[in-house]
């Protein structure tokens, strides 16, 4: 069991699962670059203290549902992200990993995600990305390019009207599994809570 989180005065502390999926990248044939992708627009996004548990694996539907469940049973990961293995290939099983250790399905972020996506390229049609609840956990499947990663997260704010990406709902959904409560850097990704929900500013310490 991982030893407790160190609190802060002023924000909650928050202990995020990233694992990138990738047959090749797990078997060091080509460097990962789905975790930097997802650790440096989270450091950005994320004004909480941020405890990191990183995962690189290949994709293997019994090893993807242990490794999760692993993040949030063991670990106590309030959010986990992933990355890859959401196509149609053969070897694309993230979506039924996820699915099979879930309590509750989120169908909302697929629907943005592939609603982002389909702005920029035809065939964001074909991506399989889910979200669900496990415990007090939300799980999320990302795309596996950074620039994807990215786009789906923080939205397109430059759009007429703009479209909000995934993360603004992300903090009001962690609150109401039970999660820390995260705040946002307004410049990255402004979150979204009703007024009765937002907690008033804290003193640093």
Do not use: H
């Not at 250790?101 to 049609?125: C, D, H, N, W, Y």
């Not at 609840?133 to 997260?153: D, F, S, W």
């Not at 993360?167 to 995260?182: H, Q, S």
């Not at 850097?185 to 003193?203: E, G, I, M, T, Y």
């Amino acid at each position: 069991m991982p030893e407790p989180l160190p609190s802060s005065p002023a924000r909650d502390p928050v202990r995020i699962g990233v694992v990138s999926i990738s047959d090749r990248a797990s078997a060091g044939v080509y460097e990962d670059k789905g975790i930097p992708a997802l650790r440096d627009w989270l450091g950005r996004a994320l004004l909480n203290p941020i405890d990191w548990q990183t995962r690189l694996i290949p994709d293997e539907q019994q090893t993807i549902s242990a490794t999760l469940r692993e993040l949030v049973d063991e670990t106590r990961c309030d959010l986990v992200l992933t990355t890859g293995g959401t196509g149609p290939a053969p070897r694309d099983v993230t979506p039924e990993a996820t699915l099979a250790v879930a309590s509750k399905e989120m169908p909302g972020f697929g629907e943005q995600m592939r609603r982002i996506s389909l702005a920029f390229v035809p065939t964001a049609i074909l991506s399989r990305q889910v979200a669900v609840i496990r415990g007090k956990a939300l799980v999320i499947n990302l795309p596996g390019q950074p620039k994807a990663i990215a786009e789906t997260l923080e939205g397109m704010r430059d759009a007429t009207p703009p479209v909000p990406g995934i993360f603004a709902a992300v903090p009001y959904c962690i609150d109401l599994i039970g999660g820390p409560y995260l705040e946002t850097d307004d410049a990255v990704c402004k979150a979204f809570r009703p007024k009765s929900a937002v907690r008033p500013p804290r003193p640093a310490a």
